[in-house]
């Protein structure tokens, strides 16, 4: 079953007009571009597995009698979602798709700001939950610099203007 039709539907929605350019196959098939993607999955798959810990986390407390607030349920739903959406940007980029690269550098600095600001807002998460988005942001920082590297950039190059 070939899925690649179904994934253009969402690439042409998610990468808007520079949708159809790619990368050189030599800069995607770069030891180094490999690596960086190799690195930024490992610390997706920690994200995954840290939001997966806050909901069992929330699930746990919520099941001994302790009053779990609304927020902390909507921002365990919302990370698990922000990291497959940047699963799927790192997936897409790897693949050579330059809007990829660019969501997923984007949200990497975009994310860890807001975190942090939200995570500082008094009384609205638990110590527990605020722990976690900090490691959230630390984790998201390292994609970052990953994307942010000489070569990354070098191998990502913008696409050319349309005349």
Avoid: C, N
């Avoid at 929330?58 to 779990?68: E, H, N, P, W």
């Amino acid at each position: 079953m070939d899925l690649e039709p179904l994934f253009l539907k969402v690439d042409r929605i998610a990468g808007g007009r520079g949708v159809d350019y790619t990368i050189s196959a030599d800069q995607r098939e770069h030891p180094k571009t490999r690596r960086a993607f190799v690195a930024i999955a490992w610390l997706l798959a920690a994200e995954f597995v840290l939001g997966i810990a806050a909901v069992i986390v929330a699930i746990v407390l919520a099941t001994s009698g302790t009053d779990v607030q609304f927020a902390v349920w909507m921002r365990a739903v919302v990370v698990l979602a922000m990291t497959l959406t940047l699963f799927y940007f790192a997936w897409r980029a790897q693949k050579g798709y330059y809007w990829a690269y660019s969501r997923l550098k984007l949200f990497s600095r975009i994310f860890p700001v807001v975190t942090l600001v939200i995570a500082a807002i008094p009384g609205l998460y638990p110590l527990w939950m605020v722990t976690e988005q900090i490691l959230f942001s630390l984790i998201l920082i390292g994609v970052a610099d990953y994307l942010q590297s000489d070569h990354m950039r070098a191998a990502f190059p913008r696409p050319p203007k349309r005349a």
